[in-house]
C-alpha cells in the first residue's frame, strides 16, 4: 500500500496524484508494488531479478510508460538495472524517477541503471526526476546511470532532473548513435548546503548524419559542489553540441570540463561553457519590473532550470 | 511630477600616478519634468544621460541631492520600489534570461499571467505573432527583437514615469519611426511622462522638450528648434580636444 509519504514522493518525481493510466511500473524499498502492462509495452522482471525489461511494440504510438520509485526504508542502498526495448517507428513517453524520505540518521539510496535500446526510426522522449526529503539526518544518495544505443533514424529527448535534497550523487550518462539518428540530453541539477553531484556524460556519434545535443544547467547554493564532465566522440560526419552552465551562489564551487573529440575530418563539433554569478544586469531589470532582490534571484533560478 | 535638485553623482577612477580620484559624472543638475510631457535627454558621449536616468530608476545612488516624484524625496527608495512607485526604465542593452519565456517576463512585467491581458500588451506595441510568447528571452533573440521585447515590458509596466535609454539602438531605420509614434501615443493614451535618451533627430523632434547635458550639467533645455543650433555648435564635439592639435584633420562627426 502506499501511504501518504509514498504519494508525496510519487507526486514530486512523476508527477502522478493517482495510479497513472496505461503502463507502469512501481518500485517501494526495492520491491515491486504494482505493475500493469499494455497491449504495446510489455513490462517483466528481469531474470536475475536486479530489475525489470520493457518491451515497447514497433509502431506504438501515444501511448506512455510510468516507472518511479520511492524508498523509505532505514539502511536501504537500492541498486535496479532497468532496459528498455524500443520497437521499429514506435513514438512513447517514458517516465521515470526517484524520490527518498529519510526519517533516521542511517543512510538511504538508489542506483538506478537505465539502458534504452531504440529501433530504427524509433522515438522517446524520457523525463526523470530525483528528490529527496525527509526531517532524518540519513545521507541521501542517488546515483543514476543512463546509456542509450540509437539505432538508424531513432531519436532520444532526454531531461534529467535533481530537483533537491539529495546529498551525493555520482551521475553518469553514455550514449552511442547510429546514422541518421539524433538525441537531446538535457540535464539539470540544484544542490545546497553541503550536498556534492558529479556528472560524468560521454556521447559517440558513430554513424553518418548522427546529431547529438547535451546542455547542463547547474545551480550551485550554500556550500555545494558540482562537477560536470562532458565529452562527445565523432567518427563521421556528424553534428554535436555541448553547452554547460553553472550559477554559482553563496560559497558554492564548480569545476566543468567540456571535451570534443574528433575523429572524422567533416564533424562538426561545438561547445559553450560559462561558471558564473547570477549576472547584475537580470537582477536590475527584473527589480525595475517591480521584484524585489530575493524575489528576482528566484525567477532567474527558476527560468534557468526551467 | 518629478523635481530634481543640486544632484551629485560620481565614480572612482584609477589615475595613471596609480592613486585614485573621484570623477563627477553629474554635477549639481537641477531640473523640474512636467506631467505627461515628453522629453529628449541627448548630448555628447560621457556627458551623463544614461546616468541620469540611472539615478532617477535607483540603479544608481547619487552622492547628494534631492528626486522628488510626486511631492516625494526616492532618493532612498529601492529600485523595486521606485518601479512601484511608477516609474519605469528600458534598458539600451536588455538583459537577457537563459530559460526565461518572454511570456514569463511580461507577465512578471504586468503583474498577471492573463492571456488576454498579455496579447492586448503585444498589439499595443506592435507585435502582432502570439508565438513571440514563446521565445526564450535568451542569446537567440536578435538585436531588433530583445529591444522589442525590452519595450513592451516597460510598457506593460503602465508607468507614470517612463525612461527609455537609447531605444533605437539595434533597431532598423524603418522601424524608429513606429516607434516614435508608439510613444507619443503611449504618452497621449496614458498621460506617461516620457523621457528619452537619444542622439536620434527624429526623438528630437518629437519632444515637448530636449535637454542638453555636457559634462554633468544641463548645457540647454527647450524646444527642438531652439536647441537645433545648439546642437550644432562644436563646443559640444567630444573629439575637440583630439582634432584641434592636428592640422587638416577632417570632422568625422
Same mark, same amino acid.
Given at each position: 500500500?502506499?501511504?501518504?509519504?509514498?504519494?508525496?514522493?510519487?507526486?514530486?518525481?512523476?508527477?502522478?496524484?493517482?495510479?497513472?493510466?496505461?503502463?507502469?511500473?512501481?518500485?517501494?524499498?526495492?520491491?515491486?508494488?504494482?505493475?500493469?502492462?499494455?497491449?504495446?509495452?510489455?513490462?517483466?522482471?528481469?531474470?536475475?531479478?536486479?530489475?525489470?525489461?520493457?518491451?515497447?511494440?514497433?509502431?506504438?504510438?501515444?501511448?506512455?510508460?510510468?516507472?518511479?520509485?520511492?524508498?523509505?526504508?532505514?539502511?536501504?542502498?537500492?541498486?535496479?538495472?532497468?532496459?528498455?526495448?524500443?520497437?521499429?517507428?514506435?513514438?512513447?513517453?517514458?517516465?521515470?524517477?526517484?524520490?527518498?524520505?529519510?526519517?533516521?540518521?542511517?543512510?538511504?539510496?538508489?542506483?538506478?541503471?537505465?539502458?534504452?535500446?531504440?529501433?530504427?526510426?524509433?522515438?522517446?522522449?524520457?523525463?526523470?526526476?530525483?528528490?529527496?526529503?525527509?526531517?532524518?539526518?540519513?545521507?541521501?544518495?542517488?546515483?543514476?546511470?543512463?546509456?542509450?544505443?540509437?539505432?538508424?533514424?531513432?531519436?532520444?529527448?532526454?531531461?534529467?532532473?535533481?530537483?533537491?535534497?539529495?546529498?551525493?550523487?555520482?551521475?553518469?550518462?553514455?550514449?552511442?548513435?547510429?546514422?541518421?539518428?539524433?538525441?537531446?540530453?538535457?540535464? +539539470?541539477? !540544484?544542490?545546497? *548546503?553541503?550536498?556534492?553531484?558529479?556528472?560524468? =556524460? /560521454? &556521447? #559517440?556519434?558513430?554513424?553518418?548524419?548522427?546529431?547529438?545535443?547535451?546542455?547542463?544547467?547547474?545551480?550551485?547554493?550554500?556550500?555545494?559542489?558540482?562537477?560536470?564532465?562532458?565529452?562527445?566522440?565523432?567518427?563521421?560526419?556528424?553534428?554535436?553540441?555541448?553547452?554547460?552552465?553553472?550559477?554559482?551562489?553563496?560559497?558554492?564551487?564548480?569545476?566543468?570540463?567540456?571535451?570534443?573529440?574528433?575523429?572524422?575530418?567533416?564533424?562538426?563539433?561545438?561547445?559553450?561553457?560559462?561558471?558564473?554569478?547570477?549576472?547584475?544586469?537580470?537582477?536590475? +531589470?527584473? !527589480?525595475?519590473? *517591480?521584484?524585489?532582490?530575493?524575489?528576482?534571484? =528566484? /525567477? &532567474? #533560478?527558476?527560468?534557468?532550470?526551467? | 511630477?518629478?523635481?530634481?535638485?543640486?544632484?551629485?553623482?560620481?565614480?572612482?577612477?584609477?589615475?595613471?600616478?596609480?592613486?585614485?580620484?573621484?570623477?563627477?559624472?553629474?554635477?549639481?543638475?537641477?531640473?523640474?519634468?512636467?506631467?505627461?510631457?515628453?522629453?529628449?535627454?541627448?548630448?555628447?558621449?560621457?556627458?551623463?544621460?544614461?546616468?541620469?536616468?540611472?539615478?532617477?530608476?535607483?540603479?544608481?545612488?547619487?552622492?547628494?541631492?534631492?528626486?522628488?516624484?510626486?511631492?516625494?524625496?526616492?532618493?532612498?527608495?529601492?529600485?523595486?520600489?521606485?518601479?512601484?512607485?511608477?516609474?519605469?526604465?528600458?534598458?539600451?542593452?536588455?538583459?537577457?534570461?537563459?530559460?526565461?519565456?518572454?511570456?514569463?517576463?511580461?507577465?512578471?512585467?504586468?503583474?498577471?499571467?492573463?492571456?488576454?491581458?498579455?496579447?492586448?500588451?503585444?498589439?499595443?506595441?506592435?507585435?502582432?505573432?502570439?508565438?513571440?510568447?514563446?521565445?526564450?528571452?535568451?542569446?537567440?533573440?536578435?538585436?531588433?527583437?530583445?529591444?522589442?521585447?525590452?519595450?513592451?515590458?516597460?510598457?506593460?509596466?503602465?508607468?507614470?514615469?517612463?525612461?527609455?535609454?537609447?531605444?533605437?539602438?539595434?533597431?532598423?531605420?524603418?522601424?524608429?519611426?513606429?516607434?516614435?509614434?508608439?510613444?507619443?501615443?503611449?504618452?497621449?493614451?496614458?498621460?506617461?511622462?516620457?523621457?528619452?535618451?537619444?542622439?536620434?533627430?527624429?526623438?528630437?523632434?518629437?519632444?515637448?522638450?530636449?535637454?542638453?547635458?555636457?559634462?554633468?550639467?544641463?548645457?540647454?533645455?527647450?524646444?527642438?528648434?531652439?536647441?537645433?543650433?545648439?546642437?550644432?555648435?562644436?563646443?559640444?564635439?567630444?573629439?575637440?580636444?583630439?582634432?584641434?592639435?592636428?592640422?587638416?584633420?577632417?570632422?568625422?562627426?
Amino acid at each position: 500500500m502506499l501511504d501518504a509519504i509514498d504519494k508525496n514522493l510519487l507526486k514530486a518525481v512523476a508527477d502522478l496524484e493517482t495510479i497513472p493510466k496505461g503502463a507502469y511500473n512501481i518500485r517501494k524499498n526495492g520491491r515491486l508494488e504494482s505493475r500493469n502492462v499494455t497491449a504495446n509495452i510489455d513490462i517483466v522482471t528481469n531474470e536475475d531479478n536486479s530489475g525489470i525489461d520493457i518491451t515497447v511494440a514497433p509502431g506504438t504510438v501515444n501511448e506512455s510508460l510510468h516507472i518511479p520509485v520511492i524508498l523509505n526504508q532505514v539502511d536501504l542502498l537500492d541498486v535496479v538495472q532497468n532496459r528498455f526495448f524500443i520497437g521499429e517507428d514506435a513514438d512513447v513517453i517514458i517516465i521515470a524517477g526517484c524520490g527518498i524520505h529519510c526519517g533516521s540518521d542511517k543512510p538511504e539510496g538508489h542506483t538506478g541503471i537505465h539502458e534504452f535500446y531504440l529501433k530504427k526510426g524509433s522515438k522517446i522522449r524520457y523525463v526523470e526526476k530525483h528528490y529527496a526529503a525527509g526531517p532524518g539526518s540519513g545521507k541521501r544518495t542517488l546515483n543514476p546511470v543512463t546509456k542509450v544505443f540509437l539505432e538508424e533514424n531513432a531519436h532520444a529527448e532526454m531531461d534529467l532532473v535533481q530537483i533537491g535534497g539529495v546529498d551525493r550523487a555520482d551521475r553518469k550518462n553514455e550514449a552511442e548513435l547510429g546514422p541518421g539518428s539524433s538525441l537531446l540530453i538535457t540535464e +539539470k541539477v !540544484m544542490t545546497d *548546503g553541503k550536498q556534492k553531484a558529479v556528472s560524468n =556524460n /560521454r &556521447i #559517440i556519434l558513430r554513424g553518418k548524419d548522427s546529431r547529438a545535443e547535451l546542455i547542463s544547467r547547474s545551480v550551485i547554493k550554500g556550500n555545494s559542489k558540482q562537477d560536470f564532465f562532458g565529452s562527445i566522440e565523432a567518427y563521421a560526419a556528424c553534428y554535436g553540441h555541448l553547452e554547460c552552465d553553472a550559477i554559482v551562489m553563496d560559497k558554492g564551487t564548480n569545476e566543468t570540463v567540456p571535451a570534443l573529440r574528433s575523429f572524422h575530418p567533416d564533424a562538426e563539433l561545438t561547445h559553450e561553457a560559462a561558471i558564473g554569478k547570477i549576472a547584475n544586469d537580470q537582477l536590475m +531589470k527584473l !527589480m525595475s519590473l *517591480g521584484l524585489d532582490y530575493d524575489e528576482a534571484v =528566484n /525567477r &532567474i #533560478i527558476q527560468g534557468f532550470l526551467q | 511630477m518629478l523635481t530634481i535638485k543640486n544632484l551629485v553623482f560620481s565614480v572612482t577612477e584609477q589615475q595613471d600616478d596609480s592613486g585614485e580620484a573621484r570623477k563627477e559624472i553629474i554635477r549639481g543638475l537641477d531640473y523640474s519634468f512636467t506631467q505627461g510631457k515628453f522629453y529628449a535627454v541627448t548630448g555628447p558621449n560621457g556627458s551623463g544621460k544614461t546616468t541620469l536616468g540611472k539615478l532617477i530608476m535607483g540603479i544608481h545612488v547619487p552622492d547628494s541631492g534631492e528626486i522628488i516624484f510626486d511631492g516625494r524625496d526616492i532618493v532612498k527608495l529601492s529600485i523595486s520600489e521606485r518601479a512601484h512607485l511608477g516609474i519605469a526604465f528600458s534598458f539600451q542593452h536588455p538583459a537577457r534570461f537563459k530559460g526565461m519565456k518572454f511570456r514569463d517576463l511580461l507577465a512578471i512585467a504586468a503583474g498577471t499571467d492573463d492571456k488576454e491581458v498579455l496579447r492586448r500588451i503585444l498589439l499595443r506595441v506592435g507585435l502582432c505573432s502570439l508565438d513571440f510568447l514563446d521565445k526564450e528571452v535568451g542569446s537567440k533573440l536578435s538585436g531588433g527583437e530583445i529591444k522589442k521585447v525590452e519595450l513592451a515590458t516597460t510598457i506593460a509596466r503602465n508607468p507614470r514615469l517612463a525612461i527609455y535609454d537609447e531605444p533605437d539602438t539595434g533597431i532598423d531605420l524603418w522601424t524608429i519611426g513606429p516607434m516614435v509614434d508608439l510613444l507619443k501615443k503611449e504618452r497621449h493614451e496614458h498621460g506617461t511622462t516620457t523621457i528619452v535618451v537619444s542622439h536620434n533627430e527624429k526623438f528630437l523632434e518629437a519632444a515637448d522638450e530636449v535637454i542638453l547635458l555636457k559634462d554633468g550639467a544641463i548645457a540647454h533645455a527647450g524646444t527642438f528648434l531652439e536647441t537645433l543650433p545648439m546642437l550644432k555648435d562644436l563646443d559640444l564635439c567630444s573629439f575637440g580636444n583630439i582634432c584641434q592639435e592636428v592640422t587638416n584633420a577632417r570632422c568625422y562627426r
